[in-house]
């Protein structure tokens, strides 16, 4: 699936649901502002996954990646803060 560059932030927010239904994905989709400050103050090389808790701090940040990918304790983490743990 290709789409064009979005020109506004309404269109990205339609590309990202499409995206989500397309891909089957079963989690909410966050959408970044049009000048992407959030990819610019969490995208680091080497990639790293990261858990952003409710209060909006991070529940779990990776060791790079690939191969620092534990996807055990994201799910860990995530099952925590649904739980209401922290």
């Known amino acids: 699936?290709?789409?064009?560059?979005p020109q506004g932030y309404e269109?990205?927010?339609n590309v990202a649901g499409?995206?989500?239904?397309?891909?089957?994905?079963?989690?909410p989709a966050l959408v970044d502002k049009m000048g992407n400050p959030t990819e610019q103050a969490y995208?680091?090389?080497p990639d790293?996954?990261?858990v952003i808790d409710r209060d909006g701090r991070?529940?779990?940040?990776?060791?790079a990646g690939p191969y620092g990918f534990k996807p055990a304790k994201v799910r860990e983490t995530l099952q925590?803060?649904?739980s209401g743990q922290k």
């Open 1 to 5: 699936m290709v789409f064009k560059n």
């Open 80 to 82: 925590n803060i649904l």
């Open 48 to 50: 790293r996954l990261y």
């Open 18 to 27: 499409m995206c989500t239904v397309k891909l089957g994905l079963h989690l």
């Open 58 to 63: 991070i529940a779990h940040k990776s060791d």
């Open 11 to 13: 269109e990205r927010v």
């Open 43 to 45: 995208t680091g090389w």
